[in-house]
């Protein structure tokens, strides 16, 4: 029995998720929610050390659509959407889950330790690639397809060490915009979901993650981590025609973090003394 509500919503639709590195990434919770539906899923992977983990977990959702797919090459992603056209012809839906910037770029000043090449990747890989997937994406999706990307609220407010993270996140929302007008058109909507700290692999990477979670545990509104399942919900509303008429947003799975000025006394003292 699925974790994961059951149902049709995502029946006979089929398409492609990027970005799913281990069991407790937040794009294979979101898997998880669309196979539960009835999705046919594809998954990229980048190296023989990531097929590893990601080639169980896309057998038991029923894949065995896996690709090798680095996205800064352009021969790569040109192969990864040729094998997806072969296989399926058309799809209807991208997740696009990737994101990276050196760890020497997520600690201590943003000016101090931002350096050129490492801006240059952040923005490439965390904002560029889904451009890049999005117009290859465009090309093989049926009208009134969807796509959905993942940002975090790093992206509109300071957070210690997020650093370029940050920026490049800005950028990747600024793209979702422009994406959504592009293709709208065609009735292809294309949404991010802004989701709270959740320990993942990316997570594990930053500077003061123990004080992160603690922080936005005591003052978010439900005063919790985010669930993983909130933001795989998020996504099925968003990629499954229960989200019509939905595009161009940033929409915030976080417990309501975004929403608080100033969160109450007493529960953010515990917590940070804690």
């Avoid at 939905?246 to 000025?261: K, L, M, N, Q, R």
Wanted: charged share 20%; net charge negative; proline share 3%.
């Amino acid at each position: 029995m699925s974790e994961y509500p059951t149902g049709t919503l995502m029946a006979g639709k089929r398409g492609l998720i990027m970005g799913v590195a281990n069991k407790n990434s937040i794009a294979w919770a979101i898997a998880q929610q669309l196979a539960a539906q009835g999705a046919e899923i594809a998954f990229t992977y980048q190296g023989d050390k990531l097929l590893r983990r990601v080639k169980p977990l896309a057998e038991s959702v029923g894949s065995d659509v896996l690709l090798d797919c680095d996205v800064t090459n352009d021969d790569q992603m040109d192969a990864t959407f040729k094998a997806l056209a072969d296989r399926w012809g058309r799809i209807d839906f991208l997740v696009h889950a990737i994101a990276f910037a050196g760890k020497d770029q997520l600690s201590g000043s943003f000016v101090e330790s931002t350096t050129r090449d490492g801006f240059k990747s952040a923005l490439d890989i965390s904002a560029y690639s889904f451009v890049d997937a999005a117009r290859r994406a465009s090309e093989i999706m049926n009208d009134d397809g969807a796509m959905v990307t993942l940002t975090y609220l790093g992206s509109e407010r300071v957070v210690p060490n997020y650093n370029v993270m940050g920026v490049a996140k800005a950028a990747l929302e600024a793209c979702t915009r422009y994406i959504a007008a592009d293709l709208g058109p065609r009735g292809i909507r294309v949404n991010a979901i802004s989701a709270g700290p959740i320990k993942t692999l990316a997570a594990a990477g930053i500077g003061s993650g123990r004080h992160m979670f603690r922080f936005n545990k005591a003052a978010a509104a439900m005063q919790d981590n985010t669930d993983p399942k909130g933001v795989a919900g998020a996504a099925l509303y968003l990629l499954s025609e229960l989200g019509a008429s939905c595009t161009g947003e940033t929409h915030h799975v976080d417990g309501g973090f975004h929403a608080i000025g100033m969160p109450q006394e007493g529960p953010l003292r515990e917590s940070l003394e804690s």
